[in-house]
């Protein structure tokens, strides 16, 4: 099992950047290909980015193709989002989570991941 704890979320301008990070317990980080989601007040989770085991692989939303990057350091169990030209529809709860399935593929849907973090809110002002 793995815990996942998110931060970097806060308050930021239209245009501005942040870094969320996720931090993962445990000693199998790399077994796991790792996905950010976000949800957004009323609406459903939706993914934002998704990384295979040793970051080579990776895939995005077309809404934040060109503006976020997903990484991640296998050495310090953490995996990032960094957001670039935030904009107030980024506004929402970002999530981190883990999937134990094949950890060479990158997984796209929230019913692929089995571990969750708490999230962290990303508020975008205009």
């Known amino acids: 099992q793995v815990q996942l704890v998110e931060s970097g979320g806060g308050l930021v301008q239209a245009g501005g950047s942040l870094r969320l990070s996720c931090a993962a317990s445990?000693?199998?980080?790399?077994?796991?290909?790792m996905g950010w989601f976000r949800q957004a007040p009323g609406k459903e989770r939706e993914f934002v980015a998704g990384?295979?085991?040793?970051?080579?692989?990776?895939n995005y939303a077309d809404f934040v193709k060109g503006r976020f990057t997903i990484s991640r350091d296998n050495a310090k169990n953490t995996v990032y989002l960094q957001m670039n030209s935030l904009e107030p529809e980024d506004t929402a709860v970002y999530f981190c989570a883990a999937a134990r399935g094949t950890n060479w593929r990158v997984y796209l849907t929230d019913d692929d991941y089995d571990y969750w973090g708490q999230g962290t809110q990303v508020t975008v002002s205009l």
């Open positions: 445990g000693r199998t980080f790399s077994r796991y290909a």
């Open positions: 990384i295979n085991w040793n970051g080579l692989s990776t």
